[in-house]
């Protein structure tokens, strides 16, 4: 059997229900067979003043983390100490993977290298650029304070359409339909050294913007999309459950920790039509 691949998960505090969340992603990588899960939780300042100064996770032992923080609005309060950001940023700049999971991009806004990380956040209209794409799959840049301020509709069922032939989406189809989705309008940052792989429809404005991007980071590799949304009192969500998500999840890590990816497309994995819950 292959070497299992080693992710690390971060968590400890976000808008989202982190708890449940962790649990679902340990159990959907673990059940898989190729991966093994360790999670590093960054301790309440608040509550726990010492546990958080001397908070050291190993990143250096995995070749993947997976980051879920999430401080938005919260930025005085929830934060993770200087010197783990200052290894953060290391590890990733001499090759690290990081997956930035869904909310995860709303975090840290203060945070210059990690704003140069994710590309896109959750940010005001004047933080940055943003990105949309023409019917045409043409990348065009929104100047920093033209648009919107970040935002999304309603969670839906949408359409997913991958740009090129990156290897994350190597045999997937064209299009496919993905649950529960937030398509975030007018994600905003430095978008700088980023390749946009999908995208989707926004309602509101009409126009299409990215689902999933990747960014270069010094020798490092980061991904993000909006999947995964895990809220409040919701137990198995049909966001978790999104097949499209768990196959992509799969292959995600895989590419960041510089394993081959898995070109075997599953077969319940969805067509343009509807998606599918597992």
Not at 97 to 107: E, I, S
Not at 245 to 259: A, D, E, I, P, Y
């Amino acid at each position: 059997a292959p070497k299992k691949i080693h992710v690390m998960i971060i968590d400890g505090f976000s808008n989202h229900a982190w708890e449940n969340n962790t649990a679902y992603l340990k159990k959907i990588l673990e059940t898989s067979g190729k991966f093994e899960v360790s999670v590093s939780t960054c301790p309440n300042r608040e509550t726990n003043e010492d546990e958080w100064n001397n908070w050291k996770p190993n990143f250096e032992a995995f070749p993947v983390v997976i980051q879920t923080c999430n401080n938005v609005f919260k930025e005085d309060k929830l934060n993770w100490p200087d010197r783990v950001k200052k290894s953060f940023e290391k590890y990733i700049s001499e090759g690290g993977g990081l997956y930035v999971y869904h909310g995860g991009n709303n975090a840290f806004k203060n945070w210059p290298a990690y704003n140069q990380m994710i590309g896109l956040g959750w940010r005001s209209k004047d933080f940055g650029k943003a990105i949309t794409v023409d019917k045409d799959e043409k990348i065009n840049i929104v100047p920093k304070g033209e648009g919107e301020n970040t935002g999304h509709g309603k969670r839906r069922d949408v359409l997913i359409t991958r740009i090129g032939k990156h290897p994350i989406h190597i045999g997937m189809p064209k299009t496919w339909r993905a649950a529960d989705l937030e398509v975030y309008r007018y994600a905003r940052g430095p978008a700088e050294n980023l390749q946009v792989l999908s995208f989707g429809s926004d309602e509101k404005t009409g126009l299409n913007f990215p689902l999933e991007w990747v960014v270069q980071f010094g020798k490092g590799k980061v991904y993000s999309s909006t999947y995964g949304h895990v809220w409040k009192d919701s137990i198995w969500p049909e966001s978790i459950r999104c097949a499209a998500f768990q196959q992509t999840l799969f292959r995600v890590l895989q590419w960041l920790s510089g394993n081959e990816v898995a070109n075997y497309v599953e077969a319940d994995f969805p067509k343009s039509e509807s998606p599918v819950l597992r």
